[in-house]
């Protein structure tokens, strides 16, 4: 167990260059950098370009520019961001929270409500609850996120109910912590639930079958012809083997903690990675770029070796493989 | 796309609410406030400021933000485009034309309480404009012929600028923001500029001499500011009501990257003033009444929308169509076979101009009227085009070499409208038998292919322009370094390009305003009869403002807010 973990990391390692160094060279192909937007400004000449191109060493050789960086980062060091003026890390460092703040709450909102009601839903498949859950779910699924974000920002201007975009209020000085903290969580929630909204179909879909699955599984039969007790068979029998193929799926939504909220983001105005990286691919700020390929890279990883912990413990098969 | 999706849905309901009465609409009146002044001016931003350095500023946001903080010597009436005074009380320029002595006004402080000295004008352009380790974008504006102005402070109050050659829009350019030599002095000497004054710097750091200071910052959520109780104003800028300037206590503005949530916000009354596009302007007119506000119309924005043509000798494209885009007749046909009207019916609603020329209409200081106007005449299209020796086959058009006329057109994706009007362009064209396809590039590569590799045949772009016309000079000048339609400085190549190259190089040292005048009214003559660029149509600039506000005009050149201490908040809104 031990070394399959270690030999993981190491793996990863390897895995984390090979992202960077690909992310790099495309960066590199495409074609024009930070500075190209201002090479059709009339107003900037091509000497002050050619200057300022020195200045934030984009003028380098492409492989002497990536061993700077990546020697920088082996040192902690990000880089720089060249139209924020400020170190990659202090930026990434702000919006990080805030993205892991509400793809967190999301997650577990949806999988807080589509896995006990999918079980529940399971054991009478087929009845009027299960019926329009599955509808439910359908809607879930074909409806695009930013659309339904674009129908909740008109609930909160219809209703008055939630603030219109943004994660804070500009709140007097004197506003106490609980106040801010109230005020942030009344922001969230609209976000949150359009996000939870968006993958609860899905949850809800494939634990169902899974849980039809394995109630008619022989096992199943023989537990409850045993007399077991309903809780130990629901608890060891049936949502142990239910939940093993979703296992996979959460490794997968851990990785996209970072990345999956961009649209919910850009539309609800909530200062996260996805407005920051969105930006800066577009003006090509290069290291800010780079930045949040690695941290995104990492945390998917991280994702994927934690999904294969967890199926380890789960499942005596996987366990007895290794 | 998902904009236009929206807009849609949005009109559908606020129509059906419109129209099936109030039932569950808001409606807000106003109530008056005691006195109009100490109010909260708030309104929205699509991005963050990226930096609180003004010498480092590149981008609008950033621009925009600073503006507050921060004055320059000079400033530009919003209303007629005229230099006025700012932190220079008044100036007197020499006979020989190169010297500008300005005197600064009386008791000037930054907000930190240090007077203001000649000594800090002399810091800024000397060491953090002028210096080469310093990022600044704007310092190509502040030379003449490649050599920097000798700027020297005379004592306290004067300082002397002096240009190798009269420099007719040194007025205008010295509007650049003027920084504290005791507070940034240090990191110039380091060498750590650069990075000083990020938006991480803590807000009671930054210090200026503007309307307001700095007082927080959250990063991608709101910027607030506060009066600067020692601001003093620009000489002659007076309100009218008594009352110490700026009127108002504090501006908020939100960050909110999505112009629908910016539009939502202003609906229920979050935020005070938009700016609206022409698409948008009859979901809003339904709306402006229950919602307390009005729209203004300025008419037609400052923005630049062209067509130009490879002339380029040494362009890797087929030579007989260098040969086409090179001959005026050609050129012309296709500025007569636009309809500019039916442009700005489809991409603008109706709401724009055409642009007649280089300068633009509201510029009313330069602009010619007296110009070459191209109504939209295909019959004569077809004239021009026989006269140059094109000939028509059945439905498709033939030069005299036998070639057949098609075009590659390109533009930048980045922008919807342009992509359309291209679209627009290509389908006028087609009566006259010429096929152009559409090509919408990346704006990066579209750059990398017009200024490097030169392979373009026409191009529809916009390009930022300033009010002063010599600002034009790197676009129209043979050897400009964005002559677009002939680039690589070889010298002019039609005696018209010659004249053009003359009537620059006179108009930046005229200083008498008659004399300049006419000299770009001559170039303005050239360059709608020459049409290297055929302008097409920009849509007027629209903003809502609520009914709340008082000091709102709106002016040709700078928004609807002549002069920010001077916006009040005369009443507030209830929700009825």
């Given amino acids: ?322 | 796309m998902t904009v236009r999706l929206f807009v849609v849905l949005l009109l559908l309901v606020v129509s059906s609410c419109s129209r099936s009465g109030t039932s569950g609409e808001r409606v807000f009146s106003l109530v008056p406030r005691s006195s109009p002044l100490h109010g909260t001016l708030t309104f929205d931003l699509l991005s963050d400021p990226k930096t609180f350095n003004p010498a480092l500023a590149q981008e609008t946001t950033s621009t925009q933000v600073l503006g507050y903080l921060f004055r320059g010597l000079t400033r530009i009436s919003p209303y007629d485009g005229k230099i006025k005074p700012d932190l220079a009380a008044r100036w007197r320029v020499d006979t020989s034309g190169r010297r500008v002595t300005f005197t600064l006004g009386k008791g000037l402080r930054w907000s930190d309480g240090v007077p203001l000295t000649a000594h800090d004008v002399v810091f800024t352009f000397n060491r953090v404009y002028y210096n080469p380790a310093v990022a600044a974008a704007v310092r190509d504006i502040l030379m003449v012929d490649g050599k920097p102005f000798r700027v020297r402070a005379l004592d306290d109050r004067t300082v002397e600028f002096e240009t190798a050659k009269p420099f007719a829009p040194l007025l205008e350019e010295l509007g650049v923001e003027i920084l504290p030599e005791h507070l940034l002095a240090k990191a110039v000497d380091s060498g750590r500029f650069n990075t000083t004054w990020s938006v991480r710097t803590p807000p009671q750091e930054i210090v200026g001499t503007g309307p307001f200071r700095l007082e927080k910052y959250v990063p991608g959520q709101y910027i607030r500011f506060s009066r600067n109780p020692l601001y003093s104003p620009p000489p002659g800028l007076r309100g009218p009501i008594p009352g110490t300037l700026p009127y108002l206590d504090s501006v908020l503005l939100r960050i909110i990257p999505n112009q629908n949530s910016e539009l939502l916000r202003f609906l229920a009354g979050k935020s005070d003033l938009i700016s609206v596009s022409p698409s948008q302007v009859p979901v809003l007119s339904d709306a402006a009444k229950a919602r307390a506000f009005r729209l203004l119309i300025r008419g037609p924005s400052q923005a630049e929308i062209f067509l130009t043509f490879n002339e380029n000798p040494r362009a890797p494209i087929p030579p007989y169509k260098v040969d086409w885009f090179r001959n005026r007749l050609f050129r012309q046909a296709i500025a007569y076979a636009l309809d500019r009207k039916a442009m700005i019916n489809v991409i603008y609603n109706g709401l724009g101009a055409p642009v007649p020329g280089p300068v633009s209409p509201s510029n009313k200081e330069f602009f010619n009227p007296a110009v070459t106007r191209y109504h939209h005449d295909p019959e004569r299209a077809k004239r021009l085009l026989r006269e140059a020796g094109f000939r028509m086959k059945g439905k498709r058009l033939y030069d005299s070499h036998g070639h057949r006329v098609t075009i590659l057109l390109m533009t930048n994706t980045e922008s919807p409208e342009r992509i359309s009007m291209a679209q627009m362009v290509q389908a006028m064209v087609k009566p006259l038998g010429i096929r152009i396809r559409v090509v919408p590039l990346q704006f990066n590569m579209l750059s990398t292919m017009v200024l490097s590799s030169h392979q373009w045949e026409m191009l529809l772009f916009g390009l930022t322009g300033t009010l002063d016309p010599h600002g034009n000079a790197t676009v129209w000048r043979s050897n400009g370094f964005l002559h677009l339609w002939n680039p690589g400085g070889k010298g002019p190549s039609a005696p018209w390009e010659a004249e053009v190259d003359r009537l620059f190089d006179e108009g930046v040292v005229t200083l008498d305003p008659i004399k300049r005048k006419k000299i770009y009214d001559r170039w303005q003559e050239i360059a709608t009869w020459e049409v290297p660029m055929v302008d097409l149509v920009v849509p007027d600039a629209i903003t809502a403002v609520r009914l709340t506000l008082g000091g709102i005009h709106p002016t040709p050149l700078g928004g609807v807010i002549p002069h920010i201490s001077l916006v009040t908040q005369v009443s507030r809104l209830v929700l009825r």
């Fill in chain 1, 1 to 322: 167990m031990m070394r399959a973990v270690v030999l993981r990391v190491s793996h990863m390692g390897l895995v984390l260059l090979g992202i960077v160094f690909l992310s790099f060279v495309m960066m590199d192909f495409a074609p024009g950098d930070f500075l190209s937007q201002m090479a059709m400004n009339p107003q900037i000449s091509p000497r002050v370009i050619a200057s300022l191109k020195e200045q934030y060493g984009l003028g380098l050789p492409f492989f002497e520019q990536f061993l700077h960086w990546a020697r920088a980062l082996l040192h902690g060091d990000m880089g720089y961001s060249f139209s924020y003026h400020v170190p990659v890390s202090t930026l990434i460092g702000e919006r990080v929270p805030m993205t892991l703040l509400l793809t967190a709450t999301a997650v577990l909102i949806s999988w807080g409500t589509a896995l006990p009601l999918a079980v529940f839903g399971a054991r009478r498949a087929g009845g009027l609850f299960d019926r329009s859950l599955l509808s439910f779910s359908y809607l879930s699924i074909s409806v695009p996120s930013f659309f339904l974000a674009l129908l909740g920002l008109l609930l909160a201007e219809r209703t008055g109910w939630f603030p219109i975009g943004g994660a804070r209020s500009a709140l007097p000085a004197t506003a106490g912590s609980w106040d801010r903290i109230g005020d942030l969580l009344h922001h969230l929630i609209l976000p949150s639930l359009t996000l939870a909204l968006g993958s609860f179909g899905v949850l809800y879909r494939l634990m169902r079958s899974s849980v039809i699955e394995v109630i008619s599984q022989p096992f199943m039969t023989a537990a409850r012809g045993r007399g077991l007790r309903d809780r130990l068979i629901f608890w060891r029998y049936l949502f142990r083997n239910a939940v093993n193929p979703l296992v996979t799926l959460f490794g997968m939504e851990l990785g996209g903690l970072l990345s999956g909220a961009a649209f919910t983001e850009m539309i609800f105005g909530w200062p996260g990675m996805g407005r920051l990286m969105l930006h800066a691919v577009m003006t090509r700020d290069l290291y800010l770029v780079m930045g949040g390929v690695l941290m995104g890279a990492i945390l998917l990883l991280l994702g994927n070796l934690l999904a294969d912990l967890l199926l380890y413990l789960l499942d005596p098969r996987v366990r007895e493989g290794t």
